[in-house]
């Protein structure tokens, strides 16, 4: 209890309140450097006759030791969402950019690509398909396979709401305005993407199948060892891409444009430009990856 000093007004602390303050200030220094705290709630009442009590609870534990370490300011998926969902603020990015990607590589994927001097070609969904192989590496560097094997079986979601759409804007009559004055632009959409329903339905199989490869030969390469160097990561993200791609291509290929043309050129285009591209663009990009991640799960735990 606090008493009254022999000077009118004045207040002078007992010796247990003085310690109590000096842990209450400690415990305060300790969360301004990022310690966990189960639970801190301090209370100041002011109470008649000029006298103070202090009550604070501190949980079950509560570390003091300024010696002791850090616990780290959040658990691998930390930012919680309203609905209670954790995920890194890395993770939540590249989902993002993942369900973007997956629809861009079927709507790309009709047009080939010559791969100047020469007579081979690429369909254009590659550029986009890449990344899908970029960020699911990056999101099993990181956050292990499961994780990404997860972003990958979601990457269904816009797929089929893409599928549903598609036919269904294509039946709805277009405006009288397009048809009179924009006939051309109308015949021209219809024509690209009432042949589509192939390649869509070539992309899942594909999809699936390589980006699930590209995975598990990522995480088998990495082995147990500890402190992996950007070598090793660049190494291990060209070898799993370019496996998975050359995969990747003969399926998709085949199933989406098998019978329409001739696909030789295509499909050795196709794996070259995937093989090649994974063994001298993907390592850096996943590179890239890991550490814009990094910095933005910093960014959020700060």
């Known amino acids: 209890m606090l008493q009254k000093d022999p000077i009118p007004g004045a207040i002078t602390p007992s010796r247990a309140q003085v ?60 930012a919680t969402t309203p609905a209670g969902v954790s995920m890194p603020l890395g993770m939540f990015v590249y989902t993002l950019l993942y369900g973007g990607m997956t629809v861009l590589a079927g709507v790309l994927a009709f047009k080939q690509v010559q791969l100047w001097p020469t007579s081979l070609a690429v369909e254009s969904g590659i550029f986009p398909f890449l990344l899908l192989v970029v960020i699911s590496s990056t999101l099993a560097q990181l956050y292990g396979r ?23 804007v294509l039946i709805l009559p277009a405006s009288p305005e397009m048809v009179a004055f924009r006939p051309e ?13 192939r390649v869509w339905m070539a992309g899942p199989a594909s999809y699936i199948t390589s980006l699930l490869l590209n995975i598990w030969i990522f995480d088998r ?16 993200g060209a070898i799993a891409s370019a496996l998975s791609q050359a995969v990747d291509s003969v399926i998709f290929i085949t199933l989406a444009f098998y019978g ?43």
């Open 19 to 78: 310690v109590l303050a000096w842990q209450f200030a400690k415990a305060l220094a300790s969360r301004m450097r990022g310690r966990a705290i189960t639970s801190l709630r301090v209370s100041i009442t002011n109470r008649p006759h000029g006298r103070f009590s202090f009550g604070h609870s501190l949980g079950s534990t509560l570390a003091m030791d300024n010696s002791a370490p850090a616990v780290p300011a959040a658990a691998p998926f930390a």
């Open 260 to 302: 329409e043309f001739d696909i030789t050129d295509l499909l050795i285009g196709q794996v070259l430009a995937k093989v090649f591209l994974s063994l001298v663009l993907v390592p850096f990009l996943i590179t890239f990856g890991v550490r814009a991640a990094h910095w933005l799960d910093a960014r959020k735990a700060g």
């Open 146 to 168: 499961d994780a990404a094997k997860r972003i990958v079986w979601w990457g269904f979601l816009p797929l089929g709401l893409s599928a549903l759409l598609l036919p269904l």
């Open 185 to 197: 632009d109308l015949a021209a959409f219809e024509r690209v993407h009432w042949t589509t329903p």
């Open 221 to 236: 390469l990495r082995g147990s060892g500890e402190g992996e160097s950007t070598l090793g990561l660049m190494v291990r």
